[in-house]
């Protein structure tokens, strides 16, 4: 018997053991096997030098997945990304902040 390929599955989500935390910057590291996405804030820290400003980058999450995962996150956030832009315009990545932790 043949499976009908318009089936479609009921997805649940179960959000009764959720998190939410806050997260300015992400850190990337990569093993053969898998991405590693560290989330956290970027906390700006007086310095002596006045010309150079200083940042701790305090973890607050990581997440672990394999390349597949890795993709399917990417081409999810480039969607929500275009979408927004449409709506809204152009993010504008140079407008103050603090630097990446890549």
């Given at each position: 018997m043949a499976e009908n390929p318009e089936q479609r599955v009921q997805l649940r989500i179960d959000e009764s053991r959720m998190q939410?935390?806050?997260?300015?910057?992400?850190?990337t590291s990569i093993t053969q096997d898998e991405v590693v996405l560290d989330f956290g804030v970027n906390l700006p820290t007086p310095t002596q030098d006045q010309e150079q400003a200083g940042f701790v980058f305090a973890v607050n999450s990581r997440v672990v997945m394999n390349w597949k995962g890795a993709k399917r996150l990417a081409?999810?956030?480039?969607?929500?990304?275009?979408?927004y832009e449409e709506r809204h315009g152009e993010i504008d990545l140079q407008?103050?902040?603090?630097?990446?932790?890549d």
């Open positions: 939410t935390t806050y997260a300015n910057t992400i850190r081409m999810s956030l480039g969607n929500v990304i275009r979408q407008a103050g902040g603090a630097p990446s932790a």
